[in-house]
């Protein structure tokens, strides 16, 4: 028996024997930090990894909210401290395990496999990727990148109604971090979209490029949402005895450790002992690298918050197409308020939320100058943060894709006007 066969065994076991993680009287808060010493205080609570608070959103300066799920042991220690330090306490969710079950309860009164009325599994996900190629054959192919750290492939599709535009490609991310499920049901939804409308502007939108989607890009850190922790974020490596995981939207190697991570195992934001450590970063650079020149985007879905975000995280100076992506950005925001009324900001990662060195995102705009690179945190406004009811999917989707749909129409009519 060889290692890797000794690997997958115990993982096997491990797996079958965990329990979920409960949830039970967890309370999500915004906390409004009033002075700089609660700003200090949110970001000491935040580096110790291990205190029981669970940032669902970074620290900013005063004024801004930061999002925290919080154990019901907890809650008189931080009245406490926010009491002392000046710091605003709204709660979000009053207990955390109850909206995971009403998660859950949409998930088992769905009957079909896969769809958009609920979350999807790892499984369903992968299984509708491969119906869908041979639904659409010959324009969908399946793409296996090899190995995460647990030895799954990170699954993806190529959309292609011809040869001729190769050098228009355009690269679809999301569920970089595990627990944001909303991003995997948007860029599904959008797949399905450009596959099957016959608006004749999404036709030719879809028509005039080659697409590559990959819905889930830490299927490890996914599946163990669905498993065992569904407030899970980062990747599964064990990097010390207690902690696993780093954040693999900190681990990318450009300007790696610049600011705005932890480097602490159990933290959250963790960038990894070097710049990709973590495999599944590491195999998606190599496949991205091998179509790099060709993309003409590279849009990452994250959620919480309705951002539409800019390069880049690791410095606060606006380089390359800066101006020309901002005002786009502008529209595509507005275009998106346009169905429901949803509103976004739009800047950079680090004017707008933070800094934050070492993401995929930075790295490919860094690396390659693609033109057009964006970042969404869709919804919510941290309401219901990560645990957005499914019947918010279609909506988010729906408006989401309006925007995408703008960056794309603005673009080319300003490369036809220069
Ligand atoms: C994939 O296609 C098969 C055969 O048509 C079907 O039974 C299955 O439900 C589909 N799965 C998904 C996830 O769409
Ligand atoms: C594949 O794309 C071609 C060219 O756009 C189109 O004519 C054909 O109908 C597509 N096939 C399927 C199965 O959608
Ligand atoms: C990835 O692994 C799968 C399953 O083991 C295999 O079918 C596929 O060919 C591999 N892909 C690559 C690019 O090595
Ligand atoms: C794409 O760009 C490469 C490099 O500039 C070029 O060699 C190739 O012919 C282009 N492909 C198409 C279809 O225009
Ligand atoms: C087609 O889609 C575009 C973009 O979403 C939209 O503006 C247009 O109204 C749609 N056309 C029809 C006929 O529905
Ligand atoms: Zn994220």
Known sequence: MNFQTTFFVCLCIQVSLAEKIRYDNYKVFSLTPRSADAV??????EEMGMSGYNFWSRVGPVGTPVQVMVPPYKVGELEATAEKVGMDMEVMLGNVQEQIDAEARAETEEESGFGWTKYNTLDEINDWLENITVQYAPNVTLLHVNHTYEGRSIVGVKVSFGPGNENRSVFIESTIHAREWITAATTTYILNELLSSENATIRNLAESHDWYFFPVFNPDGYEYTHTTDRMWRKTRVPHSILCSGADPNRNWDYYWNHGGTSGSPCTETFRGPQPFSEPCC???????TSIGEQLVAYISFH???????IPYGYTPEHLENYEQIYQIGLKSAEALAQRYGTQYRVGTVYETIYQASG?????????FKTPIVYGYELRDQ?????LLPPDQIVPTAEETFDSLITIFREYYADVATQ
């Not at 590491?282 to 991205?288: A, H, K, L, N, P």
């Not at 941290?382 to 990560?386: E, V």
């Open 382 to 386: 941290g309401q219901y943060g990560f």
């Open 282 to 288: 590491r195999i998606m650079s190599e496949f991205i």
């Open 303 to 309: 959620s919480f918050s309705q951002l539409l975000l």
């Open 359 to 367: 993401s995929s995102a930075d790295w490919v705009k860094g690396v």
């Open 40 to 45: 200090k205080a949110l970001y000491e609570m």
